[in-house]
């Protein structure tokens, strides 16, 4: 049950962050920064992408991925149509894991010391959907602020 909620989390978010991407009018936007506003839209999705690759993807899935956080907020200028292939593989992945995960593999230990004491899968799933939200979210605020 659990996995089938996350998922569906998983895939309204990911699908809300695809959303807001092409919500820009401008893709060149996509990149844009202020001295109030030090990551752009593109930064933050790309730091998604890194962040479920690696905590879903490479942990989960075993999918041999190697983050390279530095580059989330160096790269620029990337295609939208390409950050938006990169989400829908991320979408595959996630599919994948939790279509597969059991209910007791949930309450085992993350296999990965995330924070200061071990936690479970399905404590650092939830936790990731957060995160999730919370930057779509912010690069929902920036679009807005982009045309006001």
Known sequence: MLANILKDSYNRDLNKLKLELMAYSNQSDLWLTDKEITNSAGNLCLHLI?????????????????????EEF??????????IKQIDAVIIEINQVLDTITTTALECD??????DKKTTIAYILTHLT???SYHTG???YHRRLLSS
């Not at 890194?50 to 530095?70: Q, V």
């Not at 160096?74 to 950050?83: H, V």
């Open 50 to 70: 890194g962040n479920l690759k690696t905590y879903i993807g490479g942990a989960l899935a075993n999918s041999n991925y190697t983050r390279n956080r530095p």
């Open 130 to 132: 957060t995160h999730l």
């Open 110 to 115: 993350y296999p990965i010391l995330v924070f």
């Open 74 to 83: 160096s790269q620029i200028n990337i295609s939208r149509n390409q950050l």
């Open 138 to 140: 912010q690069i929902n």
